[in-house]
């Protein structure tokens, strides 16, 4: 079975800092471009970052760029993402997201708040 495990949401003030972290098992991990998107109160799920498995090639929403870094560690089965300078409208459920476009796969995990107060 497939599981993406966020961690490390909270509630921090604006112009802070947070660290998300999303564990993956049940697949090789190495194989999956991970991304994370984020979905916040009566708004639509907006993708914010992704990281490709096969060069590590990143990209970012325009409203996270030179705030936001995604990295991974393939022997930790581990994603982040680096948030710093937060803003009040960072604040949403941010999900993690594994792809393995060939083969039509695509997983989802059960997300982690971030609350960003002004």
């Known amino acids: 079975e497939v599981q993406l495990v966020e961690s490390g949401g909270g509630l921090v003030q604006a112009g802070g800092s947070l660290r998300l972290s999303c564990a993956a098992s049940?697949?090789?991990?190495?194989?999956?471009?991970i991304g994370w998107y984020r979905q916040a109160p009566g708004k639509e799920r907006e993708a914010v970052s992704c990281?490709?498995?096969?060069?590590?090639?990143?990209n970012y929403a325009d409203s996270v760029k030179g705030r936001f870094t995604i990295s991974r560690d393939n022997a930790k089965n581990t994603v982040y993402l680096q948030m710093n300078s937060l803003k009040p409208e960072d604040t949403a459920v941010y999900y993690c997201?594994?792809?393995?476009?060939?083969?039509?796969?695509?997983?989802w995990g059960q997300g982690t708040q971030v609350t960003v107060s002004s």
């Open positions: 997201n594994a792809k393995r476009s060939v083969l039509g796969r695509n997983y």
């Open positions: 990281i490709r498995s096969s060069d590590g090639r990143t």
């Open positions: 049940g697949l090789t991990f190495d194989d999956y471009a």
